[in-house]
Each structure stands twice: as C-alpha cells, then as structure tokens.
C-alpha cells in the first residue's frame, strides 16, 4: 500500500525551531514530487512548495519562500519541512502529498493524514 | 487571495447535478493540467480528478471534470448527501506564482 506518514502533532512557542516529517512507503519515493500544503484554522489549502527527493530540486510559492525549508532524505524515504523560527501564525494543519508519477506537472494522488502545528506563548 | 477563482460556496438537493467553476489564467490552466480534491471536515484531502477528466480508480463516474481555455469546472451528478465537502481545484503555475496553485475552495451542501 502506497502511504505518506507525517511525524505527529507539536506544540511550541515562538521564536523556536520545528521540523516536521513525511516518510513514504510502498513506491519509489525518489522518483514522486513530494509537496507540502498548509492549512490555517477554518481556511483553505495553500501550496507551500514542493521536492523531488532524486535530486532535491526544490520550488517554493512566493509566499513561503524564505519563510520554511524543504528537503528530503531520499535513502530514508523522507521528507522534511522546517521553520528557523517560529510565529504564532504558523499554526495550522500541514499536508504532505506525492504526484501521480515523476513528471512535473501531475496531480497529487496520496496524501499525509497531516501534522497539526501550535505555535502559542 | 487565491491565484485560482473558485465560488465560496455551491448547493443542491439530492438527485440534482451541480457545477463548480475554477477561474485561471494562461501561466497555470491554460498550460497545464487541472486536478480537483475533495476533503471533508478533519480530514485529508482526496484526489476526485486528475489531469482535467480522469478519475483515480475508486472515484464514482459521477464526479467529471472539463477544462475550457483559463477555466475549468467539476460536475457532480446524482447528488448525495455524503458529497457535502469542501472541494478544491489546483494546477501547476509556470510564472512566479507557483509552482503549485489552489483555488479558494467551494463548500458543498446538499440541501
């Protein structure tokens, strides 16, 4: 079974460092698009960027860029999304997904169950 | 703001067919494929349709997607009452916008 299992839920303060993680089995996780999706409480999806854990090319939504890093350990099946420090609009529910195949372009067909994110003095 | 237009919300009764519009532009749904995800309350989103019209397996035929220029939309037919969600267009951006964009989401009632 094809599956994206996201690290569970976290509660920190601001100003702090968090890492979050998505580990893939059941397909060759180098050769799928790996995306990460946030959504605040009560909102809508908002696509934060997305990996090719192959070779680690990775491409950030204007929004995002600067704000979080993504990477991927493709010999672990695993990627990551990581804040330096932390602010209370961060919270929300974050979504990892996969493509349907390794070209750019494809639809997202598998997805996290989600990793909730507190951010709260 | 969305980069992709979506009504906020959608209604019908059971039986009825019902449409949702998703509004683009020539860098994303013009250029690319369109998917629509459904995702219910407290829960992950789910690919209804891929590359503008195909179903993942397991996706009833009810659900079909079009794609016309910068628009696209989702019909849903034989409306029931377990198809009240939140359903959500996405396409690939070749400008600066990108590299992925969601429309604002349309929540679905049956009535």
């Known amino acids: 079974e094809v599956q994206l299992v996201q690290s569970g839920a976290e509660v920190k303060k601001p100003g702090e460092f968090l890492k979050i993680s998505c580990k893939g089995s059941?397909?060759?996780?180098?050769?799928?698009?790996i995306g990460w999706v946030r959504q605040m409480p009560g909102k809508g999806l908002e696509w934060m960027g997305i990996i090719y854990p192959g070779d680690s090319d990775t491409r950030y939504s204007p929004s995002f860029q600067g704000q979080v890093t993504i990477s991927a350990d493709k010999s672990i099946s695993t990627a990551y999304l990581h804040w330096s420090t932390l602010k209370a609009s961060d919270t929300a529910i974050y979504y990892c997904s996969k493509t349907t195949s390794d070209n750019y372009g494809d639809a997202f067909d598998v997805w996290g169950q989600g990793t909730m994110v507190t951010v709260s003095s | 703001q969305s980069v992709l237009t979506q009504p906020p919300s959608a209604s019908g009764t059971p039986g009825q067919r019902v449409t949702i519009s998703c509004f683009g532009s020539?860098?994303?749904?013009?250029?690319?494929?369109v998917s629509w995800y459904q995702q219910f309350p407290g829960t992950a989103p789910k690919l209804l349709i891929y590359k503008n019209n195909e179903r993942p397996s397991g996706v009833p035929d009810r659900f079909s997607g079009s794609k016309s220029g910068t628009s696209a939309s989702l019909a849903i037919s034989g409306l029931r009452s377990e198809d009240e969600a939140d359903y959500y267009c996405?396409?690939?951006?070749?400008?600066?916008?990108?590299?992925?964009?969601f429309g604002g989401g349309t929540k679905l009632t049956v009535l």
């Open positions: 059941g397909y060759t996780f180098s050769r799928h698009w």
């Open positions: 996405a396409a690939w951006d070749d400008s600066l916008r990108g590299p992925v964009v």
């Open positions: 020539g860098s994303n749904i013009a250029s690319n494929f």
